[in-house]
């Protein structure tokens, strides 16, 4: 299937403690349940993860991860829903493969787990990698760069380098420049401002701002209080516009209803391009 405006990928948390759903959805039913109301909502893909990537967090084993995310997968690929799983671990990937998900979403880019690369070759599935320095709980350490776009474009590439080395087809790879991964909000701005490098290497680029604490700094209070995570949808909504307008093929978000709304305004107005919906076939 193809869709003339941004993949939305709505975002599905199995999780207690991510910043924005975690805890809402531990149980499958309520998991299942929100995952079919995404789709419905429009959610071209759900992103279904069992470990919470949120600046800080401890990291949950990889038997936890899958006892998290397998049930849901199973049930949301029941429901004909298109799926990826958000995990760092090849182990978790090819149980979340194995019962139905159809992409692998990995904010380590590969770096995390050697096996992913593997897993992902045999599978020839569509692999996000993104940006990544190190697992949350140390990341704001690493957010040291002289130049944030070269950088980040420069370690991509490495990913994608050893990706295909591995024997990944380049048809598979998506990018992602890991917005608050091992970057400041400074950092973020710069490389939302620069989307058009990401574009411009030919691999499709996954823009993923939802909610995230430097769209909150922005909009602080007078005190200097960060806008609190519910409060952050109408700067989403403008970011994935944005990304939209410079050639992102896909948008990660939480309230796909307003995304969907958003991006039929600008489907409306601007000149859009197909993007091609891995897993969709399957409906
Ligand atoms: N961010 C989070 C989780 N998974 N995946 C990709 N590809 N890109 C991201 O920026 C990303 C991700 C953390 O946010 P969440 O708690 O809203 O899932």
Same mark, same amino acid.
């Given at each position: 299937m193809n869709v003339d405006h941004p993949v939305v990928m709505g975002i599905l948390n199995v999780t207690p *403690?991510?910043?924005?759903? +975690? +805890?809402?959805?531990?149980d499958v039913e309520a998991a299942v349940r929100h995952g079919i109301e995404l789709h419905r909502a429009g959610a071209d893909i759900v992103d279904v993860g069992g470990e919470s990537t949120r600046p800080g967090a401890e990291r949950v084993d990889a038997e936890t991860e899958i006892a998290r995310v397998v049930p849901v997968i199973r049930g949301l690929t029941r429901a004909g829903v298109p799926l990826s799983v958000d995990t760092t671990r090849a182990a978790v990937a090819l149980a979340g493969l194995e019962a139905g998900a159809s992409v692998i979403n990995d904010v380590s880019g590969g770096l995390a787990d050697q096996g992913m690369a593997r897993v992902a070759a045999e599978a020839g599935c569509p692999w996000i990698l993104m940006h990544w320095r +190190?697992?949350?709980?140390?990341m704001s350490r690493l957010? $040291?760069?002289? *130049?944030v776009v070269a950088e980040v474009r420069d370690e991509l590439l490495e990913r994608v380098a050893d990706a295909l080395t591995a024997? $990944? *087809?380049?048809?598979?790879i998506i990018l992602d420049p890991g917005l608050g991964f091992a970057k400041t909000a400074e950092h973020n701005w710069a490389l939302s401002r620069h989307l058009d490098v990401f574009v411009g290497l030919g691999y499709p680029v996954l823009f993923a701002a939802s909610r995230k604490t430097y769209l909150g700094r922005l909009l602080a209070g007078p005190d200097g209080s960060p806008r609190p995570v519910e409060d952050r949808e109408a700067a989403t909504l403008a970011t994935s516009v944005l990304a939209a307008a410079a050639g992102a093929w896909g948008v990660r978000v939480h309230d796909v209803t307003a995304t969907a709304d958003a991006l039929a305004v600008w489907r409306a107005t601007g000149s859009p391009r197909l993007r091609s919906v891995p897993g969709s076939e399957k409906e």
């Open positions: *403690d991510s910043f924005s759903d +975690g +805890g809402k959805y531990t +190190g697992h949350s709980r140390h957010a $040291v760069y002289a *130049d024997g $990944v *087809d380049p048809g598979q």
